[in-house]
């Protein structure tokens, strides 16, 4: 069965501080992992890592891929309180089982 | 439309009625999927459509679920016999399908409360 695990759950942080969120993974037929940002309603795509080792970056946030450890993280450096949601993450797969299972997602908080 | 188009975004509905919730996916996207979000909990796949392909239907929680697509356009979600356990939110995706690596796009969901 298609395991997905993000760490920490939650977390509460400074505005100004880095975070990073971590994605492990077990799947069969994996393609790309997902990360998707849900603040109070449909979550919003981030990023698509489908290679190992090359970071994709967007402003502040960055993430990725290690499909050898078969783990994921996503980076946030000087958080802002408008970067407060819940972080998912997703692996894709290939062929025709190709929904994606979401990971429970780590509820980040940035106080000022 | 530019995005995914769910309605109602809100559903209150009595014990044992049934509902029927609404799904518009993005132009051109063969692949849609629906998922379930109880309050405070992850996403939970319900079901996933792919082109003329027989639905992936293996997370409907119960026979009282069922729903339907209409070649690569609307879909809709319903629900029998509604019970409370079945208040959550409930959202639509689409994507370009399985021939594309591609992520999917979300619907801002309908929120349905069973009382």
């Known amino acids: 069965e298609d395991k997905v695990v993000q760490s920490p759950l939650s977390l509460v942080v400074h505005e100004g501080d880095t975070v990073t969120l971590n994605c492990s993974y077990e799947?069969?037929?994996?393609?790309?992992l997902l990360w998707y940002k849900q603040e109070k309603k449909a979550p919003t795509f981030l990023f698509m890592l489908?290679?190992?080792?090359i970071e994709k970056k967007s402003g502040r946030l960055s993430s990725i891929l290690d499909k050898k450890e078969l783990f994921s993280i996503l980076n946030i450096t000087a958080t802002q309180t408008g970067d407060s949601a819940v972080y998912l993450c997703?692996?894709?797969?290939?062929?025709?089982?190709?929904?994606?299972?979401f990971g429970t997602g780590t509820r980040l908080q940035v106080t000022l | 439309g530019a995005g995914v188009s769910q309605s109602p975004s809100n559903k209150v509905t009595e014990k044992g009625k049934d509902v029927e919730l609404r799904c518009d996916p993005i132009s051109g996207h063969t692949a849609l999927y629906w998922y379930r979000q109880r309050l405070g909990q992850g996403l939970e796949f319900l079901i996933y459509?792919?082109?003329?392909?027989?639905?992936?239907k293996s997370g409907l929680p119960s026979d009282r679920f069922s729903a339907e697509r209409t070649g690569e356009s609307v879909s809709t979600l319903t629900i029998q016999r509604t019970q409370q356990e079945d208040s959550a939110v409930y959202l639509c995706?689409?994507?370009?399908?399985?021939?594309?690596?591609?992520?999917?796009?979300f619907g801002n969901g309908t929120r349905l409360t069973v009382t």
């Open positions: 995706a689409s994507s370009l399908g399985r021939n594309y690596n591609s992520p999917l796009h």
């Open positions: 459509f792919q082109g003329n392909s027989a639905p992936d």
């Open positions: 997703a692996p894709a797969l290939a062929g025709t089982a190709s929904k994606l299972t």
């Open positions: 489908t290679s190992s080792g």
């Open positions: 799947v069969t037929n994996f393609r790309s």
